[in-house]
């Protein structure tokens, strides 16, 4: 498994996130409604969330180098993101993914999953950026032709 055999550190220094991001990318769960619901419900890690909007947006590791490869990854994610973000931590990351959710799928989240939101005592940046995560991912979905 990665987390025993690789080393990798990132510029932001946090080797034991990415090794376990690393795991998580290892063990992807389907792109399904029932991951979404259980990234909504907080039933997934960060990293197994993390690792499958990397994924969809094209990051790959390299073992052999130690490296991410950005080869599928869009220029503007790319340039900016020459590592794949932690979603959870960074919100100008989270920032640029809704921005990046085209216009006719920015109310999936609602529309489609009927997701009523969090009450007010939980708004808090770790479960809108998952929301936001998950609205993304919903976007791919659709893009995909699997709605």
Same mark, same amino acid.
């Given at each position: 498994m990665f987390e025993h055999s690789i080393h990798v550190v990132t510029r932001q220094g946090k080797i034991s996130y +990415?090794?376990?991001c @690393?795991?998580?990318v290892e063990s992807l769960p389907p792109l399904t409604i029932e991951t979404l619901w259980a990234t909504l419900n907080q039933e @997934? $890690?960060?990293e197994k969330v993390n690792a499958l909007v990397w994924h969809y947006l094209g990051y790959r590791f390299e073992p052999s180098t130690q490296t991410w =490869?950005? !080869?599928?990854v869009d220029s503007a994610w790319a340039e900016k993101y020459p590592e794949p $973000?932690?979603?959870? %931590?960074s919100r100008p990351a989270t +920032? =640029? @993914?809704?921005r990046s959710i085209p216009k006719p799928d920015k109310q999936l989240l609602? %529309?489609?999953?009927?997701?009523?939101?969090?009450? +007010? !005592? =939980?708004l808090i940046p770790r479960l809108t950026r998952r929301a936001t995560m998950v609205s993304w991912l919903l976007s791919q979905m659709n =893009?995909?032709?699997l709605l």
């Open positions: +990415v090794l376990n @690393l795991g998580a @997934l $890690p960060d =490869q950005t !080869d599928q $973000p932690n979603f959870i %931590e +920032v =640029q @993914l809704t609602k %529309e489609y999953l009927g997701f009523k939101g969090y009450s +007010v !005592d =939980q =893009q995909q032709g």
